[in-house]
């Protein structure tokens, strides 16, 4: 008789979802699905309002990566204006954006995966967290505290408010950057530096106990998608993006925000409120992709900062080609931690980053925009159409959880395969079936979206407690 294993809900995500794994009579793995099992709906709700506060509105869609939210937005807006934001509000939101992308993968890394990787698969569950980290590695307890209080502080910093802020709006930034403000981030840098060495060298010296793991983690040929400059090097707000096969060999190149659409599609499955992203010309699901910190990194030639650049050059030995396996996802977040530390100080350094002109202004220019960044996880698309009083008729977004989401329940499958053998398993063994979603950092709650009609019950009660009416949908 067929059995099923479900693991629900799946822990230290960002986000609610389960996993089900399908055995057949011999006991063998025969499927396996992760599902998302909440929705939010913030692309229905949006229609109406004025384009100008989507930023601000689509923030509030998530608490750890609000800025991601933020940026895509302004672009999707400043695209409708037809307007190029400041230089100097341009690097002020680089730095913000940076600052995001350390204190959200110190979250991924130390709060909710180092469990793993420090005190083992199989360690006690009541002490497989931050706080268990703590007490057995104290320095690199600290470290990941430290990590994520840098990248916070420095969003405070720039917009007053450590989550959602409204210092980003359509045509800039609000407020300028003052030296008393840019001199507190370059004090916070050393400890910065020296935290995330200590952070690469732990994982350094604890990977080669996870070969199996590595092995069976998401590890198969796959396409990936990221941003990049003109020169190959490592973008995460402007250049455009690429899409590279197996073999490393380009498939696309060139994807502005506003041709997202004519490459990219989306498609959806009945267990999962999560849709399934997919390149167009590939089809679906031969066109899915990774993105996020493996991706990219497998995309670029350079990180365009020294010390990253050294790390890339060692995490490209990891392979002939692309780097597979999703392990290595927990290798690049480090990378790209370096890096976001390096290039705060570089445009620190910037003559122009004290300039008070950091905001443009225009109205309705164009009926329809869009604008992509790379958020913590991945590629992020905004894309509204507007009337021409500027409300909001059409928005949808695509997120970096629904890029990856072929990618995650492929690995789950794999390792269930793994670790699930004659119908019995492990409390170790579900925890690395449920570690292979974490690798990939998904943030659930941004990747939302309804599928059909969602099952409602309505009903009407007496102040005795009676039942007076009930509707069911």
């Not at 937005?73 to 992308?101: D, F, G, W, Y």
């Not at 003052?178 to 004090?187: G, I, N, P």
């Not at 790209?336 to 620190?348: A, S």
């Not at 909001?392 to 629904?402: E, F, K, R, S």
């Amino acid at each position: 008789m067929t059995q099923t294993i479900t693991i629900d809900p799946v822990t230290r995500l960002e986000g609610h979802g389960k996993i089900t794994i399908y055995l057949n009579d011999q006991g063998e793995v025969e499927n396996a699905q992760f599902h998302v099992t909440q929705v939010r709906g913030f692309e229905k709700f949006s229609q109406g309002r004025p384009f100008y506060e989507m930023p601000a509105l689509t923030a509030r869609i998530c608490g750890i990566c609000p800025v991601s939210h933020l940026l895509a937005s302004a672009k999707a807006c400043e695209a409708i204006m037809s307007v190029r934001i400041p230089h100097t509000a341009a690097q002020l939101r680089r730095i913000l954006n940076l600052a995001q992308m350390v204190q959200s993968h110190a979250l991924s890394f130390f709060h909710l995966s180092s469990p793993d990787l420090l005190l083992g698969m199989e360690s006690d569950p009541a002490q497989r967290h931050i706080f268990g980290v703590a007490a057995a590695r104290p320095e690199l307890g600290r470290a990941g505290i430290g990590l994520r209080r840098f990248g916070q502080h420095v969003i405070e910093l720039l917009g007053t408010k450590r989550i959602h802020t409204g210092w980003v709006v359509p045509g800039g930034v609000t407020e300028p950057l003052s030296a008393a403000k840019r001199d507190e981030m370059l004090a916070m840098l050393p400890e910065a530096y020296a935290n995330v060495g200590l952070a690469l060298a732990a994982y350094k010296q604890i990977a080669d106990r996870f070969q199996q793991e590595i092995s069976v983690f998401a590890n198969f040929p796959s396409n990936y998608l990221g941003l990049m400059n003109e020169d190959e090097s490592f973008e995460i707000n402007d250049g455009a993006l690429r899409l590279i096969g197996p073999k490393g060999d380009i498939i696309e190149d060139g994807i502005t925000a506003q041709h997202f659409t004519e490459v990219i599609g989306e498609a959806v499955e009945n267990y999962s409120y999560t849709k399934f992203v997919y390149y167009k010309p590939l089809g679906y699901p031969e066109g899915s992709y990774r993105v996020g910190p493996l991706a990219r990194l497998n995309i670029v030639k350079s990180m365009g900062t020294p010390l990253a650049d050294q790390e890339l050059k060692e995490f490209k030995q990891l392979a002939a080609g692309p780097v597979e396996s999703s392990f290595f996802y927990h290798h690049a977040r480090l990378v790209e931690v370096l890096h976001g530390i390096e290039k705060i100080e570089h445009i620190l350094a910037d003559t122009q980053i004290l300039d008070t002109h950091v905001r443009a202004t225009a109205g309705v220019n164009r009926l329809e925009g869009a604008g992509q960044i790379e958020a913590p996880r991945g590629t992020l698309n905004h894309h509204y159409k507007v009337d021409e009083n500027g409300l909001i008729t059409w928005a949808n977004l695509v997120v970096a959880t629904g890029h990856n989401n072929n990618a995650m329940n492929k690995g789950v499958l794999q390792a269930a395969r793994c670790y699930v053998k004659d119908g019995k398993f492990t409390p170790g063994a579900l925890n690395r079936v449920e570690a292979v979603i974490r690798t990939f950092d998904p943030c659930l709650s941004c990747s939302t979206h309804a599928f059909g009609q969602m099952p409602l019950a309505m009903t009407m009660m007496s102040a005795d407690g009676k039942v007076v009416d009930q509707v069911i949908r």
